[in-house]
């Protein structure tokens, strides 16, 4: 039986439960390169001391569980089907209402949980390519290296739990696509990752599938350069709702300059998250040939399209020095974001999430609840 905490025990949870939530990743674009920097993220090992406060629960004031989960949302979707079972277990509601619709059912995640800790689909797709692209090396069990690697560039094992559904319901010659762009950016070693991902499929164990979902201490950087014909392939991916997806594939097309990836994306016709259709009209401007033609355009479009118009203008400002003191006049605090202007005098910000706009004054979306993203 667990000990009950000490008083300077419960401040010191609470005090933790307290903790403002990491920033989320920033885009820029600036003298033609992209830097999409990874979100900052809670303290290593924050995870491990979530699992064992939750299950002192109980000695915590009225609230405490909800801010259990609003944490377990920004760790891995692991900790946060831990973190909600428990309270499930000791008779709190837990709130889905609020959270994106990857959220509404815990049975669902379980359930894509259980498929090798929702990486089955990764492996079943390294472990499908042709018997020719393996070059016969041996994996090497105790580190599982290259599948390491490509699980640290997709960042899955940092992902919330709400990523994971988008990305899987992605169809699936979209994921095969990313997934070939990535491991030949990164230059990964196709047969290794082949026979890595078979035996990991045939093994029954969570020691190696936690073990794969671990970081990097360092981010690793693309290899190389995909070609026109490369890019233009993967801009099809921009179609995903998955923000796991379009993030990186606009990290790899972006500085490709090839009209080919414009041309994919102005031909989408798809309904897109707000970050997938930000990400890829920014995207298609910067590899357009007809750019000021799109600039006229997208400068009479929605929020996202207006944000992204904002994030190139930005670093372009000697061609464009009136169309970026406009863009950070914008009504919308999500476009100045992203050309240096004054968030806080904008009349209104668009929930990211949603895509409701919403007054300045007010901090979290009237329509899903969660915070604004523009605003520090």
Request: aromatic letters at 8%.
């Amino acid at each position: 039986q667990q000990r009950a905490l000490e008083q300077d025990e419960v401040a010191q949870v609470l005090a933790l439960l307290n903790t403002p939530r990491p920033a989320r990743a920033q885009t820029k674009y600036v003298k033609g390169v992209m830097t999409i920097s990874a979100g900052d993220r809670y303290m290593e090992g924050i995870a491990d001391v979530i699992l064992l406060a939750v299950d002192h629960v109980d000695q915590l004031p009225d609230g405490s569980s909800d801010k259990f989960v609003e944490m377990a949302k920004g760790l891995n979707h692991g900790t946060f089907e831990k973190v909600t079972a428990v309270l499930s277990e000791r008779g709190y509601k837990v709130d889905f209402s609020h959270l994106v619709s990857a959220f509404e059912s815990l049975a669902s995640v379980t359930e894509l949980f259980a498929d090798k800790h929702c990486l089955g689909w990764l492996l079943r797709i390294l472990a499908d390519w042709p018997t020719d692209d393996n070059s016969g090396v041996p994996p090497e069990p105790w580190r599982w290296g290259e599948v390491s690697e490509v699980v640290s560039v997709l960042r899955w094992g940092e992902s919330p739990a709400g990523s994971m559904r988008q990305l899987l319901d992605t169809p699936q010659h979209l994921k095969q696509i990313w997934i070939n762009a990535v491991v030949d950016a990164y230059h990964l070693n196709r047969g290794r990752l082949s026979s890595e991902a078979r035996e990991i499929l045939l093994q029954d164990d969570d020691e190696t599938l936690w073990q794969i979902c671990t970081p990097r201490l360092t981010p690793r950087e693309p290899v190389r350069a995909l070609e026109c014909e490369e890019a233009t392939i993967l801009a099809q991916c921009f179609a995903s709702k998955s923000e796991d997806i379009v993030t990186l594939t606009a990290h790899l097309t972006i500085d490709t300059g090839c009209a080919g990836v414009s041309a994919v994306i102005e031909a989408l016709d798809v309904g897109m998250t707000w970050q997938g259709r930000f990400l890829s009209t920014a995207v298609s401007i910067a590899t357009s040939e007809v750019r000021d033609e799109l600039i006229e355009r997208y400068i009479r479009s929605g929020s996202p399209q207006r944000a992204g118009l904002a994030l190139i203008v930005a670093s372009l400002s000697d061609e464009y020095p009136e169309l970026l003191h406009d863009l950070r006049e914008d009504e919308d605090a999500a476009v100045r974001f992203q050309c240096g202007g004054d968030v806080r005098l904008a009349g209104v910000w668009t929930c990211r999430y949603c895509f409701t706009e919403n007054p300045v004054t007010q901090d979290s979306c009237e329509e899903c609840h969660l915070n604004c993203s523009w605003f520090d």
